[in-house]
């Protein structure tokens, strides 16, 4: 097998969360099985990233890109990434994020994973990571879900035969239903389309939650000002708690919880639900497409703005063990059927059609 290469823009866009996972993932299970495959990051804020792994290599690690920087940080990182081009020589690039001004200097083959389309959709200009050009020079191109790919179709007008659906993997752990805590989870961005404005308003709405839960923020950055003084509005700023970690530490916490949570309006794939699902949590989602596809009737299901029927839900499930069981038995199981090494072996299916091709 050739030479795989994934390129730096998602490590300097994302200090964590599913898409550098998902690169670093795939990275680490190609080479378990001998692919000669690397990620190349000069300068990264990711904490997936480690020194350890020789196919990771970065030098310079930081918290965040210093203000004003960012435009001269992904161009210094580019201008390294096309030097080490002409060391390794790969034969295959596998971008890991959007970056017109790197593949306008790319003469080799690529492949891109579009994750989701939810820019489009909500019609949020971002010339960045703008992704047709990348998308209409591509090799291939994979959807992380078949939602994503009805939309990238649809949004783009891409042929079909260009595109492969494959799903995202996530590591097997065991579960331990002896440590479960009053805690109801929320994991990553708060902001706009995930909708966590209903679930705090549900929340807020009942007396028994409030006397008996504390509501979980993993990641998504600390709560901001303007979050606080709505959390004191609402009466439950002493039941909101904010947590960060490592993969390690979030797994804790899922394993802790009596109750996961994602109302999401849009998604391209949803990974916290099969993370909570394989470490003993049930789960509540949002009734949207993807997580229908993705879950199948492994979970409960709410309609995402209807914060009287998201009190009810939520409340059904704590309240019930036997629910919770139910739950945690139907999810454990679907969660079963996702793992980091089917979602390698598809993606470098893809690598050897392309390089046979060439």
Request: proline share 2%.
């Given at each position: 097998?050739?030479?795989?290469?994934?390129?730096?823009?998602?490590?300097?866009h994302?200090?964590?969360?599913?898409i550098?996972?998902?690169?670093?993932?795939?990275?680490?299970?190609?080479?378990?099985?001998?692919?000669?495959?690397?990620?190349?990051?000069?300068?990264?804020?990711?904490?997936?990233?480690?020194?350890?792994?020789?196919n990771?290599?970065?030098?310079?690690?930081?918290?965040?890109?210093?203000?004003?920087?960012?435009?001269?940080?992904?161009?210094?990182?580019?201008?390294?990434?096309?030097?080490?081009?002409?060391?390794?020589?790969?034969?295959?690039?596998?971008?890991?994020?959007?970056?017109?001004?790197l593949?306008?200097?790319?003469k080799?083959?690529?492949?891109?994973?579009v994750?989701?389309?939810?820019?489009?959709?909500?019609?949020?200009?971002?010339?960045?990571?703008?992704?047709?050009?990348m998308?209409?020079n591509?090799?291939?191109?994979?959807?992380?879900?078949?939602?994503?790919k009805?939309?990238?179709?649809?949004?783009?007008?891409?042929?079909?035969?260009?595109?492969?659906?494959?799903?995202?993997?996530?590591?097997?752990?065991?579960?331990?239903?002896?440590?479960?805590?009053?805690?109801?989870?929320y994991?990553?961005?708060?902001?706009?389309?995930?909708?966590?404005?209903?679930?705090?308003?549900?929340?807020?709405?009942?007396?028994?939650?409030?006397?008996?839960?504390?509501?979980?923020?993993?990641?998504?950055g600390?709560?901001?000002?303007?979050?606080?003084?709505?959390?004191?509005?609402?009466?439950?700023?002493?039941?909101?708690?904010?947590?960060?970690?490592?993969?390690?530490?979030?797994?804790?916490?899922?394993?802790?919880?009596?109750?996961?949570?994602s109302l999401?309006?849009?998604?391209?794939?949803g990974?916290t639900?099969?993370?909570?699902?394989?470490?003993?949590?049930?789960v509540?989602?949002?009734?949207?497409?993807?997580f229908?596809?993705?879950?199948?009737?492994?979970c409960?299901?709410?309609?995402?703005t209807?914060?009287?029927?998201?009190?009810?839900?939520?409340?059904?499930?704590?309240?019930?063990?036997?629910?919770?069981?139910?739950?945690?038995?139907k999810?454990?199981?679907r969660?079963?059927?996702f793992?980091?090494?089917?979602?390698?072996?598809?993606?470098?299916?893809?690598?050897?059609?392309?390089?046979?091709e060439?």
């Open positions: 097998m050739k030479k795989i290469l994934f390129d730096h823009c998602i490590f300097l994302q200090s964590n969360g599913g550098s996972k998902y690169i670093s993932k795939i990275n680490k299970k190609l080479q378990n099985i001998g692919i000669n495959s690397k990620i190349y990051s000069p300068i990264t804020i990711n904490e997936n990233l480690s020194k350890k792994n020789l990771e290599i970065f030098f310079l690690k930081i918290k965040r890109i210093p203000k004003f920087l960012r435009k001269f940080f992904f161009f210094l990182n580019d201008k390294l990434f096309l030097l080490y081009l002409f060391f390794f020589k790969p034969d295959l690039i596998h971008f890991s994020y959007y970056n017109n001004q593949e306008a200097k790319i080799i083959p690529y492949v891109i994973t994750y989701d389309l939810i820019h489009e959709k909500l019609k949020i200009e971002g010339k960045q990571f703008s992704k047709l050009k998308i209409k591509a090799k291939h191109i994979i959807c992380i879900s078949q939602e994503t009805k939309d990238l179709i649809k949004i783009y007008d891409v042929e079909k035969n260009k595109i492969s659906v494959i799903y995202l993997g996530i590591d097997r752990v065991s579960y331990n239903n002896e440590i479960k805590e009053n805690y109801i989870l994991v990553g961005d708060r902001g706009r389309y995930k909708n966590f404005k209903t679930l705090i308003s549900a929340f807020s709405n009942s007396e028994f939650l409030k006397e008996n839960y504390k509501l979980v923020c993993f990641g998504g600390k709560f901001r000002e303007d979050e606080l003084k709505i959390f004191e509005n609402l009466g439950i700023k002493s039941n909101l708690i904010y947590k960060f970690g490592d993969e390690t530490e979030l797994l804790k916490t899922y394993q802790r919880s009596k109750l996961y949570v999401s309006l849009m998604e391209g794939f990974l639900n099969l993370e909570a699902m394989s470490s003993g949590c049930p509540l989602c949002s009734k949207i497409p993807i229908k596809e993705i879950l199948k009737d492994s409960e299901y709410v309609e995402p209807n914060v009287n029927e998201v009190q009810s839900k939520i409340e059904k499930i704590i309240k019930s063990q036997s629910e919770q069981k139910n739950l945690i038995n999810g454990y199981k969660a079963s059927n793992s980091w090494e089917k979602c390698a072996s598809d993606t470098l299916e893809i690598y050897k059609k392309i390089l046979n060439k």
